[in-house]
């Protein structure tokens, strides 16, 4: 997946999320009286010298999922939204374009904080900005509340330049490992890890996962004993984890990042690229006993 430019074709794609009550129910704006039309002068406007910055979120296939935007730029900040397809819930889609979006902002754009809001009523967006670790905002400037003056119940949420949204020491109680690596100039980096030294178990058995199209889920299942290292050599592949200590997911796309796995954990992969590697060093040889396949036997193994 990537950003580009808006094109002209993705209209009817874009139309399709603005007559979806699903993806617009709970937007203020009333998406629903938009016509093709709108969606085509939206698009020539964004190519034609708008202010504000508006970027379409396209699979590997260049296919249109979505647009994300930065609006209001001024004095520094700027104001962020994104909207995406059904088609592209739940596929990395909204967080991708996210961090791709804010990573502009704060790199490209060299601003110094960007903010949005969701009506509290709109519970998969806040769920979806909270579980990143995003957090409630409570100093919105007041010239950018008055911009929605008469609009109650409106959650806000801001990132500064230097925040690092992305950064977490733990997953699902999980502990995210940094891999040692040594790079060498002009001649990439060397990573590595060690039984024992590095991970907290003998290595018996590694083995890798390859050639997975985009979006494409596997895993779903959790081990009793096994104990387990992933981490992502080449792509990105997002990493949802559930355990007694909750449910909570991390982006697999560095080399030197990886997350142990001691305890017993579901889990599902999302290729959020497609051609990613997945890598598993793993603390006993392979045992088919030794898996739970079923979610609801999993919850009451968990529990029990």
Sequence with gaps: M?????????????????????????????????????????ISASLNGCKDIHLAIASDEDEYMGTVSLRDIENGSAEFAITVRTKAMGRGYSWYGMKAILQKAFDELDLNS?????????????????????????????????????????????VLKDDDFDAKETVAGCKVVHIKTIPTVDAGELSFFESDHDIPFDIKRIYYISKVPEGVRRGFHAHK??????????????????????????????????????????????????????????????????????YNEFKDYISG
């Design 114 to 158: 960007v903010y949005w809001c969701v009506s509290r009523k709109n519970t998969r967006a806040v769920r979806f900005y909270d579980k990143h670790n995003f957090h409630e905002a409570v100093d919105i400037p007041p010239v950018v509340l008055k911009r929605y003056e008469g609009i109650d119940d409106l959650k806000w949420y801001s």
């Design 2 to 42: 990537h950003l580009r430019q808006l094109e002209l074709r993705d209209a009817p794609l874009m139309l399709e999320w603005m007559h979806d009550s699903s993806v617009v129910g709970l937007l203020r704006t009333d998406f629903a009286s938009k016509t093709l039309s709108d969606a085509e002068a939206f």
């Design 225 to 294: 004993e096994l104990k387990q290292l992933l981490y992502c050599p080449y792509g990105r592949i997002q990493l949802i984890l559930e355990n007694a200590g909750g449910r909570e997911e991390i982006e697999l796309y560095d080399p030197s990042i990886g997350v142990l796995i001691d305890q017993p954990t579901w889990r599902e992969m999302l290729w959020l690229q497609k051609d990613s590697v997945l890598c598993v060093a793993a603390s006993d040889y392979y045992d088919p006993a030794d898996y739970i396949r079923d």
